[in-house]
């Protein structure tokens, strides 16, 4: 990467970007306007960094259905443990207590 291809810097532009971040993370964008932003984050840190937070949040989020797993987990959980408390005869080994 040459200085030559870098775009003045112009903080107006970061945040039309940050405008239209989330949108972009979510493909929500048309190409052009994709490709504006790339090129944006190739030469901005800031956006950069910023971009990369709020990729791993929505991705962190869409990893996370707010209320879906814990419960069925904890109650499998629990009924395992049970099942093993109680000495159903055919578990050994289960590992750390
Ligand atoms: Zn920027």
């Known amino acids: 990467m040459s200085i030559a291809d870098r775009p003045e810097h112009d903080p107006a532009h970061c945040r039309e ?12 964008l048309d190409e052009t306007a ?17 971009c990369a937070t709020l990729a791993r949040t929505v991705a962190l989020c869409r990893g996370m259905p ?11 959980l629990r009924e395992a443990i049970e099942k093993l408390r109680s000495g159903d005869g055919t578990v050994s ?5």
């Open 66 to 76: 707010a209320h879906a797993v814990p419960e069925t987990m904890s109650t499998r």
């Open 34 to 50: 994709c490709r504006e932003i790339e090129q944006h984050l190739r030469h901005c840190d800031a956006c950069r960094a910023c």
């Open 93 to 97: 080994g289960a590992g750390p207590d």
């Open 17 to 28: 970007m940050f405008a239209h971040l989330s949108e972009y993370l979510d493909r929500e």
